[in-house]
């Protein structure tokens, strides 16, 4: 599998970035293994976790899936060729969640604790703190590289401007800046107003600020677990609408031409974009995972990325109108 580089970090991931929100939880540890074995297998090393997942679902209360891939990469004695990201910011049971000094001090040492290991490689502020100065959270972000305890940072779920400020902050006082931002992200346009809550749409601002100052861009929530392709599972409504309807006859059409499936057509759309956008990919099934991994073996044309990206443009209908 390909390798990208992070940021301006020394950091390297594969090309492809697998989801573990349900590892350990809706997924027990030895399915988890096996999908991790999977992805590994074919090449892929960078793994998405949080320290609160997944506190929501039932009978759990955090940490369950850094715990399984801290037990799976014991296992397999993996952990030097495997990159891990982790988050903090939301409450969960034993933390009230913030970014101030403590809670990253402590979150930190938790997370290491359930990995197994004595680094993480990307530490994502998850969720904004307007309770704390950002000079503190950035301070503290940067004591823990400076431990080697972290390799590189990432901002989720933030706002531009407070990307903007906490790395103008960073390059100031000589802190660590933020290298990566992960963002909510597919191939369907969410509607006006459209709420996601506390996760944050990746917007064309910034796309082009983070092109800019050389930020690597990464996606999640890619295929709207399988509103693209499943009939029982409807558009969520932050997106359905005549916009989403023309997309998704460009996708299928798209799809069907190079003979790929929706879902691998998205995931090459977004990795070929411009900036390009590195996906997370999930999966339960061995079937489902395989099938996102096969994605980097499609290759769309210039036409067709642009048939695909302007799909149920205003602009684009008001021409042909004419």
Known sequence: MDKVRLGHSSVEVSALCYGTDLIGSRIDEARSHGLLDLFADHGGTFIDTGNFYASWYPGCVGGESESTIGHWMAARGNRQRMVISTKLGFDYPGSDGGLNAREIERECEKSLTRLQTDYIDVYYAH??????????????????????????????????????????LASLKGFTPYGVVEQRYTYFRPRHGADFGPQIWLNEDMKRYCAHHG?????????????????????????????????????????????ATPNQVIIAWMRQSDPPVLPIIGGSQKAQVEENIAALNVMLSKDQMEHLTRAGDPDVKKAWLR
């Open 127 to 168: 969720r904004d703190d307007f309770d704390t100065p950002l000079e503190e959270t950035m301070e503290a972000f940067h004591r823990l590289l400076q431990a080697g305890k972290v390799r590189t940072l990432g901002a989720s779920n933030l706002w531009i401007w407070r990307v903007a400020e906490a790395n103008r």
């Open 215 to 259: 930020l690597t861009l990464i996606g999640y929530s890619i295929l709207l677990q399988g509103a693209y392709t499943r009939a029982d599972r409807p558009v969520p409504a932050q997106f359905a609408g005549p916009e989403a309807d023309e997309r998704m006859e460009a996708l299928k059409s798209v799809a069907a031409e190079i003979g």
